[in-house]
């Protein structure tokens, strides 16, 4: 079988999960109001086993850990800084067996890795002396653990950013870089996202500018609003001209918990989706937050293969 990177040089369109966290949420799991579904594989582990199996039935090729808020920053909020490593070598397996029990074939297991403060900071992004440590920590975790790529999720500042890419890096594998991006209030400007407002309105261009030159293996948009995403891969495409992804959000974060009302429907996501993909050339889709094996499914059943000949859109990126 190709690898992953093989199949994106061959112009194939690569099919992610859906929201991990929240779809857990959704199946009776409760979120912790500090580390969210950060412990979710310790106290319900076959439920996020079966989130990982749904996925992988629907036709995700890559299904991601439950590790987007298990560093040990996070963790040591509620005290369990010193199991840092057993809880990701645990939802790693937990997602190894899934991939045993469900796929039929070929399926890569992402661990993630973001920017994610306990839900109790004020900071917006984690930030502290260790913060560099822990992400490396993370990254050699979930190498020796075996996942088969890395996913920096949530970027959305320069100095942050950069810490968890380069942790990320430092493990050797391929690593998918995640911004975060919203409209400025006045609608007429992509800024970096926010929701404590413990960050300045940070230009996401100047975002994008500052990591790209850190480089990895593919970069897009994630956990943004879909009226949100489009505007940010204009801006992505100027500068990124490895491959791209977008799996964007639905719905809003009621802290620790969820809102799905008013969520994309499958049906309207499809539609969006094969938009970016035709207009801004994305080969690595799924969804994030608020999204469910239901939007995998019908992604699955109506994309194609692989990539337009021509895009919609054409761009020259440095």
């Known amino acids: 079988m190709n690898s992953l990177s093989e199949r994106l040089k061959n112009n194939e369109i690569i099919l992610l999960d859906g ?19 950060g412990i979710a594989h310790k106290t319900h582990p076959e439920v996020v086993r079966q989130v990982h199996e749904d996925y992988i039935r629907a036709g995700a090729q890559v ?3 439950n590790t987007y808020s298990t560093a040990r920053h996070v963790l040591e909020s509620i005290d369990l800084g010193s199991e840092v490593k057993s809880i990701n070598t645990e939802a790693v397996r937990l997602a190894k067996t899934a991939r045993d029990n469900a796929a039929k074939n070929e399926t890569w297991i992402a661990g993630s890795m973001s920017s994610m403060a306990p839900f109790t900071s004020p900071q917006e992004v984690a930030a502290s002396e260790k913060v560099a440590d822990n992400y490396r ?3 050699e975790i979930l190498a020796e653990a075996g996942v088969d790529l890395i996913i920096a999720e949530m970027m959305r500042d320069a100095v942050n950013s950069k810490l968890v890419i380069e942790a990320a890096l430092s493990s050797g594998l391929p690593v998918w870089i995640g911004y975060s991006a919203m409209m400025s209030d006045d609608g ?5 996202w926010r929701w404590k407002n413990s960050l300045p309105a940070g230009n996401f261009e100047e975002l994008v500018e500052a990591i790209t030159p850190l480089g990895g293996d593919a970069a897009g948009i994630m956990h943004s609003q879909v009226r949100d995403t489009g505007p940010a891969l204009e801006i ?47 080969q690595i889709v799924g969804g994030c937050c608020g999204t469910g094996p239901e939007h995998i499914r019908m992604l699955k059943e ?17």
């Open 302 to 318: 109506s994309l194609p293969k692989h990539l337009p000949k021509k895009l919609k859109r054409n761009y020259n990126p440095p």
């Open 63 to 65: 299904i991601t850990a």
């Open 236 to 282: 992505l495409c100027k500068h990124w001209n490895g491959p791209k992804l977008a799996y964007a959000e639905t719905g809003e974060l009621e802290k620790p918990d969820w809102n799905f009302k008013g969520i994309c429907a499958p049906k309207e996501y499809v539609a969006e989706i094969a938009d970016w993909v035709n207009n801004y050339g994305v």
């Open 137 to 139: 920590e993370l990254a």
């Open 19 to 37: 929201g991990v966290s929240t779809e857990i949420q959704k199946r009776g799991v409760p979120m912790d109001s500090d580390v969210w579904s």
């Open 188 to 192: 007429k400007s992509v800024m970096n």
